[in-house]
């Protein structure tokens, strides 16, 4: 509350503005309190003294005090300075723009313990609703609060107690996205992390002490030990206070690791007990996975081919044939030749392997020299329209093969397009986007022989391609603006080419 203005008129000052005058006038002051921090504030005995019995007999009873000019007390000057002025105007608001934000809730308390020294139970109860009121407006403030109870040793209860309820029910708030809890002590935030009734992970727990120990500041006491960095302090809190095998396996690779508040030896801990969580989960026979069950070349019975022909020759992926739906896989270019051919080819079909993928009817062929052929022949008008690739280039296809059966004789369902008949393969090269290079790839199937595609290559020496894997296509298909085809069944309307 400001101080009444006078209205200019020749009059005498109003009451309001008499009591603020006393503040601040040597002549009517008796008596100087001197804070903990040296700062002097000026103040008349008797106000004191009628508004306090602890002044009264400070002041006027039988202790030292009570001659003296000097009175030292033990608060800081910003305090007494509001006590006084309370004294004798009886103002008790304690605004937050008089302080800055982060220096709030140490002053509102300490004023608060000040005033329940001086026996003044109305400010002391005004000052708690305060503090309680800001919490609630500001839960970010919850950890300074806290800190600012544990460190003076006020014992308001009920502070301490909304303090710990804001931070456990809302840890990603007042402890992660709060600025106040940098400013905390080692002391607390030990404190904080041993509490199990927080309401947050293991991963927001790191986060929190990593931002902590990023603060630059002097060394922290540390018992008989010496000192410590905040460094230093933070790594023992991860590893005495926080489950790493809790944090997930790319957090623990992508965060955790590289912040350095973690020794190898305890990640690679973490990441054997969540592999072996993840093996008694899913419950996976190990010793069926022999590497004939795996997906690979023809040829080499591994996921890398090797051209060893003077001319190009076809091999093709075994173990995965691509019918009806949506498929995607990777090829990496290991080492170029006159051309690097990758495609697909059709299982209907007798593909040779002695000659070039593209040149066959049963083939699909794009080529590092921005070129695709299907039966000899370019789809499009201009030869050369796709981006090339080269060593090291990884070339992801896209092959949608909507369901459909080829003939009422037909024991299988092979694929329609929602625009034509047959199914689309696109293409990207090094992440970039997806072209399309063939349409209709049903219409060459022979009626009466088994259906489906597999992914294939056309090298010479010395071209040399790794397989990278199947991959999720739901993300690309979205990206392309398709629709999955809805998944075949047998009371669906079947369309008989």
Not at 179 to 184: F, G
Not at 247 to 264: K, Q, R
Request: proline share 4%; aromatic share 8%.
């Amino acid at each position: 509350m400001q101080a009444p203005e006078d209205d200019g008129r020749d009059s005498e000052p109003s009451f309001e503005l008499g009591l603020h005058q006393l503040l601040d006038d040597e002549t009517l002051s008796d008596v100087t309190l001197q804070g903990t921090d040296g700062v002097k504030v000026l103040a008349i005995r008797s106000m004191l003294a009628v508004r306090s019995p602890v002044f009264r007999r400070m002041l006027f009873g039988e202790f030292s005090e009570s001659e003296s000019p000097i009175v030292k007390i033990g608060y800081t000057g910003k305090v007494l300075t509001f006590l006084v002025k309370y004294c004798v105007t009886g103002e008790s608001d304690l605004s937050i723009g008089n302080c800055v934000k982060r220096s709030y809730p140490k002053f509102v308390l300490s004023t608060a313990d000040a005033a329940r020294y001086f026996e003044l139970p109305n400010l002391m109860r005004t000052l708690l609703d305060d503090a309680l009121e800001f919490m609630n407006e500001s839960p970010k403030s919850a950890c300074l609060f806290l800190q600012a109870s544990r460190e003076d040793l006020h014992g308001f209860e009920n502070i301490e107690e909304k303090s710990l309820e804001l931070i456990r029910n809302d840890p990603d708030t007042t402890l992660l996205k709060a600025k106040a809890t940098l400013l905390i002590k080692a002391t607390l935030l030990e404190e904080i992390l041993k509490d199990t009734t927080l309401q947050t992970d293991e991963y927001t727990l790191f986060l929190v002490v990593k931002a902590w120990a990023e603060v630059k500041s002097p060394p922290i006491e540390d018992n008989e030990e010496g000192k410590e960095s905040r460094r230093e302090v933070a790594s023992r809190l991860v590893k005495n206070y926080i489950s790493l095998d809790l944090i997930s396996p790319s957090n623990l690779c992508n965060i955790v690791g590289p912040s350095g508040l973690s020794e190898t030896t305890e990640l690679n801990a973490a990441y054997k007990e969540q592999a072996l969580l993840a093996e008694a989960v899913t419950n996976k026979d190990y010793a069926k996975n022999v590497r004939s069950n795996r997906v690979h070349w023809k040829s080499s019975k591994s996921d890398v081919f090797a051209s060893s022909s003077e001319m190009h020759c076809v091999e093709t992926l075994e173990r995965r044939v691509m019918k009806a739906g949506i498929h995607q896989w990777r090829i990496k270019v290991k080492e170029e030749c006159n051309s690097v051919w990758l495609g697909v080819a059709s299982i209907s079909h007798d593909v040779s392997e002695f000659d070039w993928l593209g040149k066959q009817q049963g083939g699909w062929a794009y080529g590092s020299n921005s070129s695709a052929w299907h039966a000899n022949k370019h789809p499009g008008s201009a030869m050369n329209t796709f981006p090339t690739f080269s060593k090291g280039s990884i070339v992801t296809f896209h092959l949608n093969l909507p369901a459909v059966k080829l003939s009422q004789d037909a024991p299988e369902a092979c694929f329609l397009s929602q625009d034509a008949l047959g199914g689309t393969l696109h293409a990207s090269v090094d992440g970039g986007s997806f072209f399309v290079l063939f349409t209709n790839m049903v219409a060459a199937f022979e009626k009466g022989k088994k259906v489906g595609f597999v992914p294939a290559v056309s090298l010479m020496t010395p071209g040399r391609v790794r397989f990278l894997g199947f991959q999720n296509a739901s993300k690309e298909m979205r990206l392309l603006g398709l629709n999955p085809p809805a998944p075949f069944r047998t009371h669906r309307p079947l369309i008989y080419l």
